[in-house]
């Protein structure tokens, strides 16, 4: 695993250096940086030259950096993932951006077949120091095929590692720590967070916790929010409006989904007991299936409660007049937390003794 | 005859089995784009007018979407302007069972093919995926993935052939769209198979903000019919007439049984990408204004007068058709739609799963506990 | 959902017509009868024709139907699934061979964003009744990108059925009901079982449950093991094993992961009070992730454990020697079955009352 | 000079920024292959004998791994039997600092450049998947999926170009693998970019069954090169002087920073697809004796013969030094190699996450138990 960020490390007296930044200025800023320090950076992508990309994103490296650095591609997404793995193979570090999350499934076989499996193909001889940013998710009123949550695939796919920010300055500490992990990194940015802002200093950048640690974002006492990229801000919300509830709520950020910070989400579900992870992606099938079997596998007798989730619906994604129902939102959220059992703090469990079949003690 | 049937070919001669089959001579696109307006060429008069009607019709059209985004009646437009010509000619070619497979772009094809305006912009409003029933005027779904939608025509294409009917199906796609893998197979599958599928590119010069010379460095995008055994053809996507005789011919060849073609049709790109885009940012207004002089609707309509076709009545009718159709489009789009959002859930399956059910049943509660919350406080 | 099979069903008297069948020649007849039925249903892909397919498991067909029926497709399998699109929207029912899991990645632009969208995307009117056949998963030796388990794509991607046979009537009820679905059908054919053999009669195939129902293998009353496809025969052994360490384990063969039967599984799980899940696949982000939230979820009260999940490693499927070491067998499902807490049977849990920070009752 | 740029070509002019840039007619292949055996050439008797020893090497590897195939030493094994002209020239083009791009089927390609027959074997004996250090040999992992390292071998290219470095990549692909969209993109990507790429279509008639005539309907693979603006060159595959002489132009002309070339090589599968596969049931005997006929080591033979090359020493040398290879390779492949499960969890990521160290924990404790059991029945 790398380690946080640059050298510049974040300093209380500089404070006054802040200004407010939008999280794609971040990741821009982050391109930029990486691409000053190593001249093997170089990004790629349907439109990341001229235009600066769709959402902005590369605005501006091209001017700086020129063509051969950062290149608009043919509009060929499995081509565009195949030729960076040929640069990474020759030494190169390739930032390939897809244009929306849907348009990264042409070049999924690149990236199942190959990206993944590359360095363990090859015993470690041909490392693939790819990062694949990703814009993803709803919420922006996107037509078809630009809103999809594709995460679920990545994180079945051993050999990835994936990372979503959800504030600015993680947007940059993980792009810089994506850019430099010698594994490939498959970049998750939340679409509808790209204007969100914080007061954050492009010289002297916070240093963030690395790829493979969570966050906690708020503490509490009640139950955990477990929850990442876009669902971070609707879980704070959500945290505050339950304080009316008399429910004080712990929100984890998990930034990395893989590797995945057991340690974590687990120290903070075994302190409250509770857990319900949230997530836009739909639920069937989705990360939260996974995140709640192995919080429930690793926590069960801490728990009050089973770990519940609130997630997209398992229908494509809406329209946009209609994405609002299916993305979930603080209500969504509260109500999961009511069903959470809190009459019940049961101790014993009638049910579970004198079961007919209940198997004789074994020796094992 | 094939390269390798030729007279002191390669031996020993390959078994039949594999034997290329395709002489690579009349595949080959003609050395500049084909034009018809401004070459005195012998063209029908009703054509010509009628080409001009809808010219017109569907530069309005642009006008009009584009003017909807302004007034946030539309999420979003990627406009036509300036590729009328294609639009038009690629839905006019068309017989009433044939099937025409739209890129995002081609929403004015579908219109110009009888399709009610506003239904066609339904995936732009954004009330619904597709706005339309594919079935009704034979029009596939906007397809926004780009190229992905040709191979659909050719399977089309093929079972419609299979079954015995005089079916041909005509796919749009820009530029852009022939790098990716999609078009590469489709254009192989439908050389293989022979299907009756017209393929047409309109070059507009760009991908977004890519030019062309960034997207491939071929002689024409139509030289890649070769690579596939499919005659290529290039047609000034400007010149209605042009593209409609290419057209017409490249659907009657597939109707006779003779396979695919391929048609590049230069045109241009007169707007940005669509409203949300920002063309200054990649080209320069001197490049526009180049094209501009060389406006479709401008070139037929020239064409008209010299040939002493066009009258008063003529440019009136057509642009009163224009405005009755822009007005009822706008009166389609005021107003918010009204929608049922339980209809996320009715067609995900033929049936609705257990698990669909409760989430519908979710979102029910949902809704009506708002509704009633909403009632509770408009009642105070 | 469609209902199960031919009218043909099974009828006692008729066991003497029985004869030993593989589940490849049951997959066969599957498709020869549908054929035979439906001029609608074609078949097409990689080798299917002449050859009769990598597996054999098209055998025949191109002879008896011709290959306007059965055709051999070019070597491009976004244009085989491409292709059958079109002609499931002019009507027929196209069963489409990948030739391999890994071979289906390319398809999967096709598959994500068409496939499983087109029904929705036109309200309705345009289904697309397109049978995707995937050999899958891995136990014949073979070598990178023939042994993969790709069930947690399909899964996680709503608008498809995902359906996997573990036997001989279940292969030709299922596959026979997967070309009658108006529904795609992601079919994925366990390769391990291809020469697993049962009694079986072409001329009357036994009736089996709908796509959808997912069958108890074995009943038991300890704990109950859920899995699907190849490996349904390791937890019926397993099984077997488990008598002579006292437990009496009951083996839920899914049969269809999407859509996903909680009645039966819950049903089970609430008799035995415990739960195992296994499957090939990876574990982390894998199938058995939902499977475990969801029994959690449904039946938190029931466990007398946490649900646990027996996988494949978190690896790249491995090379032909060493594939061994991934596959779970009998022994890890046994030591899994051995984590299920059976010391503990316990009432209390003194852990949970007077947690600091339990909060205060709220009114909900 | 580009079609659009010829003298009363379309007006107005295209923006320089997308003008078409290639001139089709030098792109087109030759009408038949090229050859070059046979045909009186002048050619090096040096380069001769060097491609004589390694065709008899190489026909002698593949005898030597189906034959280990069916003693269970390989998991399986695609041949290159008659298409060891194409394998051997592919690797004797290059210098020491280009790459090679293996194919499923290439693993000869590899040992002719110098990688022991045994690590190439690797992936097909099933210890690991790549047997061996790519860039010991700059010979990158065979690939299983068809077409995918394709944009590989454009990728390596394009950053050693950029990076100044002297690198050529030959990449080798079937004429199967040619259907696949990464084919298109690999092809486009390294036309537009100009890589020095080389691709390498060994044309041997089928995939798997299927045979070519199904699998495209162009004139020759070759002529897919028109589309990208590449030269194709059509080349007798059985010929190797002809291959070795066709490659060789298009790895210099990609090292004078002309760009790619595809290599379209005529030639036949002698043996079937795999050990697994039955090939009686997609061709007949007679096909496969008329290619038989026209073997690439016969022909090679009977060239050094007439032009009085060819004595016993020569192919009693070759002879000798292709048994002393199998022997070597036998001796390799004989006995159970050593492996290590716990590797499975080393090379997944650059380091073990937590979880991988959990599961690599397990795997562990069970193989110590194993051991453990093992020592203890040992030991009654
Ligand atoms: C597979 C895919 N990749 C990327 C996109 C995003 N995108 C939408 S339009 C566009 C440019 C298309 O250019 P072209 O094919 O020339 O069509 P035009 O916009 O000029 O009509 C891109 C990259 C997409 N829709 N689909
Ligand atoms: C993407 C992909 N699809 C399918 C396969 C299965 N497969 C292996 S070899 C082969 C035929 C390849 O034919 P060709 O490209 O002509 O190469 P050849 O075998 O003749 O050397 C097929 C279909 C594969 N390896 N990769
Ligand atoms: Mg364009
Ligand atoms: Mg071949």
Redesign the interface.
């Known amino acids: 695993m790398t380690t946080a960020t640059t050298g510049r490390s974040a300093d209380g007296t500089a404070r006054s250096a802040r200004k407010p930044a939008t999280m794609a200025q971040a990741l821009n800023r982050a391109m930029r940086d990486a691409m000053a320090e190593d001249p093997a950076v170089h990004v790629l992508g349907e439109d990341v030259g001229t235009l600066g990309g769709v959402f902005r994103v590369t605005d501006g490296l091209t001017k700086e950096f020129g063509e051969d650095r950062c290149t608009d591609t043919p509009l060929a997404e499995a081509g565009i993932l195949g030729t960076a793995v040929g640069m990474a193979m020759y030494g190169l570090r390739p930032v390939v951006e897809m244009q929306f999350d849907a348009f990264a499934y042409p070049a999924f076989e690149q990236l199942l077949s190959h990206v993944a499996k590359m360095r363990n193909r090859t015993r470690g001889k041909m490392p693939l120091p790819v990062t694949i940013r990703v814009p993803y998710g709803g919420g922006i009123g996107g037509v078809e095929h630009h809103s999809d949550s594709s995460e679920a695939y990545y994180m079945a796919t051993p050999g990835l590692h994936v990372v979503t920010p959800a504030t600015v300055a993680d947007a940059y500490g993980l792009l810089r720590a994506a850019i430099a992990s010698d594994d490939p990194v498959v970049f998750l940015e939340p679409k509808r967070l790209y204007w969100s802002k914080a007061d954050w200093s492009p010289e002297e950048p916070e240093a963030v916790e690395p790829i493979g640690r969570a966050r906690v974002r708020r503490t509490g006492t009640s139950a955990t929010l477990i929850t990442y990229g876009p669902s971070v801000p609707v879980c704070l919300e959500a945290a505050e409006a339950a304080r009316e509830e008399g429910w004080d709520l712990e929100v984890v950020d998990l930034r990395s989904l893989v590797p995945f910070d057991d340690e974590t989400v687990c120290a903070s579900v075994r302190r409250t007991g509770r857990a319900v992870v949230v997530h836009e992606s739909s639920g069937f099938g989705g990360p939260g299936g996974e995140i709640a079997a192995r919080i429930t596998e690793r926590c069960f007798h801490h728990l009050e409660a089973p770990v519940l989730r609130v997630a997209g619906f398992d229908i494509p994604y809406p329209p946009p007049m209609l994405e609002r129902h299916h993305l979930p939102g603080v209500d969504r959220v509260l109500d999961a937390v009511a069903r959470l059992q809190w009459e019940a703090e049961w101790t014993e469990r009638p049910e579970a003794s004198g079961r007919p079949g209940a198997p004789e003690r074994s020796g094992r | 005859m094939?390269?390798?049937e030729?007279p002191?070919?390669?031996?020993?001669?390959?078994?039949p089995?594999?034997?290329?089959?395709?002489?690579?001579v009349p595949?080959?696109p003609d050395?500049?784009?084909y034009?018809l307006l401004g070459t005195g060429a012998d063209l029908d008069p009703g054509l010509l007018r009628t080409l001009y009607a809808h010219l017109v019709r569907g530069r309005r059209y642009n006008r009009q979407a584009t003017a909807l985004t302004k007034q946030g009646r539309l999420?979003?437009y990627p406009s036509s302007t300036g590729q009328e010509a294609c639009e038009v000619a690629a839905a006019l070619v068309l017989r009433e069972h044939d099937w025409l497979f739209p890129s995002y772009r081609d929403t004015l094809a579908a219109v110009a093919r009888g399709m009610d305006p506003a239904e066609a912009l339904g995936?732009?409003?954004?009330?619904?995926?597709?706005g339309y029933?594919?079935?009704e005027h034979r029009v596939?779904?906007l397809s926004?993935?780009?190229a992905?939608h040709?191979?659909?025509?050719?399977?089309?294409?093929?079972?419609?052939r299979?079954?015995g009917d005089d079916?041909v199906?005509l796919a749009m796609v820009g530029d852009?769209?022939t790098?990716?893998?999609?078009?590469?197979?489709?254009l192989?599958?439908a050389?293989?198979w022979?299907t009756p599928t017209v393929f047409l590119v309109q070059?507009n010069?760009?991908?977004?903000?890519?030019?062309?010379?960034?997207?491939?460095?071929?002689?024409?995008l139509a030289?890649?019919?070769?690579?596939?055994?499919?005659p290529g053809r290039?047609v000034?996507g400007n010149d209605a007439a042009a593209v409609h005789r290419v057209l017409s011919e490249a659907v009657e060849r597939a109707r006779r049984g003779e396979?695919p073609t391929l048609v590049e049709a230069?045109t241009y790109r007169i707007d940005a990408h669509t409203n949300a885009d920002d063309a200054t940012?990649?080209?320069g207004d001197d490049?526009v204004g180049?094209?501009l002089?060389?406006d479709p609707v401008a070139l037929l309509e020239r064409e008209l007068t010299e040939r002493g076709l066009f009258d008063d009545a003529t440019r009136d009718g057509a642009h009163d058709e224009a405005e009755e159709m822009a007005a009822r489009l706008r009166e389609a789009m005021n107003g918010d739609?009204v929608?049922d959002?339980m209809?996320?859930?009715?067609?995900?399956?033929?049936?609705k799963?257990?698990?669909?059910g409760e989430?519908a049943a979710q979102?029910r509660a949902?809704?009506d506990a708002e509704n009633a919350e909403n009632a509770a406080e408009g009642g105070r």
């Open positions: 094939t390269v390798l030729q002191g070919a390669y031996r020993p001669a390959p078994p089995a594999w034997q290329p089959r395709t002489d690579p595949l080959l050395s500049e784009p034009r999420a979003v995936l732009l409003r954004g009330d619904w995926h597709t029933d594919p079935y596939a779904p926004t993935p780009l992905t040709l191979p659909h025509a050719v399977g089309l294409a093929h079972a419609a299979l079954k079916v199906a852009g769209g790098s990716e893998g999609d078009f590469h197979e489709a192989n599958f050389a293989v022979r070059n010069g760009f991908a977004i903000s890519v030019p062309l010379a960034k997207q491939t460095a071929a002689p024409s030289h890649k019919a070769v690579g596939y055994g499919v290039l000034d396979g230069v940012r990649y080209r490049e180049a094209w002089e060389h739609p929608l959002p209809d996320l859930f009715d067609h995900v399956y033929a049936e799963t257990t698990q669909l989430q979102l949902e809704l």
